[in-house]
């Protein structure tokens, strides 16, 4: 059994006004740091969920299984739901990360990959702040994969209280949502 992940990269940006994944920051897709992080923390292969003709498509094309998500525009649970369907046999827990969350730290998907059970949730936290990514133990894979509707795996996990991995990385709760956003996150890297 193998710990994966998942990037959710299918979102409409409705807040943002346009492709936010495709925004430059500091010379690379926002899109493209998330990705990154999880080749860095020693994840081969994971799923990565877009939209059907998705310029983004061709950032992951070869490094990454690509989910085509047709119903993209209802939600992140319809995403959620098409890439953890995806998941291979073989793997014991899912890493879900946010493409709009380019500051998580390979070392933090470590931990993650390292404290995950198939039977177990494990969120990361920040200062008494919970974040993203999630490891999602394979035995929670069916409820993922029934989600609908813009509500990712929050019902879960008020049903099944994640077990808490305290870390030292401000990344798990930056997440890129509106221009103030990401102009901030573009002063960050200066």
């Known amino acids: ?14 807040r943002m006004g346009s492709d936010k994944l495709a925004a430059d920051l500091g010379g690379r897709p926002l899109a493209l740091h998330a990705f990154e992080a999880i080749l860095a923390a020693g994840i081969d292969r994971p799923i990565v969920a877009v939209a059907p003709g998705s310029a983004l498509a061709a950032l992951f094309a070869g490094r990454a299984r690509l989910v085509m998500v047709e119903d993209h525009a209802l939600g992140m649970g319809h995403s959620l739901a098409a890439a953890i369907a995806a998941a291979p046999g073989d793997w014991s827990a899912a890493i879900i990360g946010l493409a709009d969350m380019p500051f998580v730290r390979p070392e933090t998907l470590r931990a993650l990959a390292a404290a995950s059970a198939p039977d177990g949730i494990v969120r990361p936290v920040f200062s008494g702040i919970y974040g993203n990514p999630v490891a999602w133990g394979r035995d929670h894979f069916p409820a993922l994969a029934r989600l609908r509707g813009d509500k990712g795996g929050r ?3 008020a049903r099944h209280p994640p077990t808490p991995l305290v870390c030292d990385d401000p ?3 930056i997440d890129i949502d509106t221009p ?5 996150a573009r002063a960050k890297l200066l």
């Open 1 to 14: 059994m193998s710990v994966g992940a998942i990037l959710l990269a299918a979102g409409s940006a409705r």
């Open 155 to 157: 019902d879960i996990l």
């Open 171 to 173: 990344g798990v709760t």
């Open 180 to 184: 103030d956003a990401l102009a901030a």
